[in-house]
């Protein structure tokens, strides 16, 4: 894991990095385990007229990556349960072993079974909640598809979920640049679930207004 974080700043700096953070963005929301905040940040660093850009980058991939973790859940989740639960037989590459393990969550008895019976009753608003904070997106995709929520509510939810989180991070690093840098590592988590809970609210608040 820590080869793969390590790869991911190397990359951040190298003239395709873009590719990149669409690549681990994608990946991120169906089967990678290191969020693309750790290459949006420096990236946006470096260029930060270039912020916006790539939050855009991020959220559009990352979605299409949920939209991948979706189908995952909706028609392959048994055949994933046996990939990632069943102990290989013999040694394999170091990304199937990886994949194995990212994956491992569909296993019976853990957060995949929580986050399947909550979109069983609240779909959207899960989305909405969890899709800006630390709680792993390839859960809430997976268990979408599984939960057969429906697409374009899954979509447009993921959409604003997703790029909460993204423009968030580059608004504060464009407007503050490198001094901002260690108060979102440490507290980007924060802001977001406060920030989450507030939108929440007011559209909670609306539902009822109108």
Do not use: D, K, Q
């Given at each position: 894991m820590r080869r793969l974080y390590d790869w991911m700043m190397r990359m951040a700096g190298?003239?395709?990095?873009?590719?990149?953070?669409?690549?681990i963005s994608f990946l991120e929301s169906s089967i990678f385990p290191i969020p693309p905040d750790a290459m949006l940040i420096p990236m946006a660093l470096a260029n930060r007229a270039k912020a916006?850009?790539?939050?855009?980058?991020?959220t559009i991939a990352s979605v299409l990556g949920g939209i991948a973790g979706y189908l995952i859940g909706y028609f392959l989740l048994d055949l994933v349960r046996e990939f990632a639960c069943q102990k290989p037989a013999t040694a394999s590459y170091v990304f199937?072993?990886?994949?194995?393990?990212?994956?491992?969550?569909?296993?019976?008895?853990?957060?995949f079974q929580q986050a399947l019976d909550w979109f069983n009753d609240w779909g959207v608003w899960i989305l909405l909640i969890k899709g800006p904070t630390p709680f792993p997106f390839k859960i809430l995709t997976i268990a979408a598809g599984a939960a057969?929520?429906?697409?374009?509510?899954?979509?447009?939810?993921?959409?604003l979920s997703r790029a909460l989180r993204f423009y968030l991070v580059a608004g504060l690093i464009y407007w503050y640049g490198e001094p901002i840098r260690e108060f979102i590592e440490r507290r980007l988590n924060l802001i977001v679930t406060v920030l989450t809970v507030a939108v929440v609210a007011v559209l909670v608040g609306l539902r009822y207004v109108l």
């Open positions: 190298h003239r395709r990095a873009p590719h990149a953070l669409a690549f916006w850009r790539y939050a855009a980058i991020c199937v072993e990886m994949t194995r393990t990212a994956l491992g969550f569909v296993c019976p008895g853990g957060r057969h929520m429906n697409l374009l509510a899954f979509t447009i939810a993921s959409v």
